[in-house]
Nanobody
Framework: QVQLVESGGGLVQPGGSLRLSCATS???????????MSWYRQAPGKEREFVAA????????NYADSMRGRFTISRDNAKKTIYLQMNSLKPEDTAVYYC?????????????WGQGTQVTVSS
């Protein structure tokens, strides 16, 4: 069973930076390289929202409009890990950040979520 573990969250002042990591276990590096990996976040009282994604093919990336230019998603297939570099953080970026792995087999899409890591942006 694929497992995802996020880390790197914490308290940061407005304008600061954090780098989140999401490590994958119970899967080979080759299999991991075929996953589409994503970051989502959920603020208190709000629905979970998409942050960024990186595909398995040519590492194409996609971002939510409010994060584009401030956040960067990347992956290291050898380490079976993805990252989210967050710069120019704002108080409204405060949320629990989750990573997700997704893959398809003919006729079905699978996904697995991590447990989340808390990011708090406050002075």
């Amino acid at each position: 069973q694929v497992q995802l573990v996020e880390s790197g969250g914490g308290l940061v002042q407005p304008g600061g930076s954090l780098r989140l990591s999401c490590a994958t276990s119970a899967v080979s590096a080759f299999t991991f390289s075929r996953y589409t990996m994503s970051w989502y976040r959920q603020a208190p009282g709000k629905e979970r929202e998409f942050v960024a994604a990186i595909t398995s093919a040519v590492d194409s990336t996609n971002y939510a409009d409010s994060m584009r230019g401030r956040f960067t998603i990347s992956r290291d297939n050898a380490k079976k890990t993805i990252y989210l570099q967050m710069n120019s953080l704002k108080p409204e970026d405060t949320a629990v950040y989750y990573c997700k792995a997704a893959w398809t087999v003919p006729g079905r899409v699978y996904d697995v979520w991590g447990q989340g890591t808390q990011v708090t942006v406050s002075s």
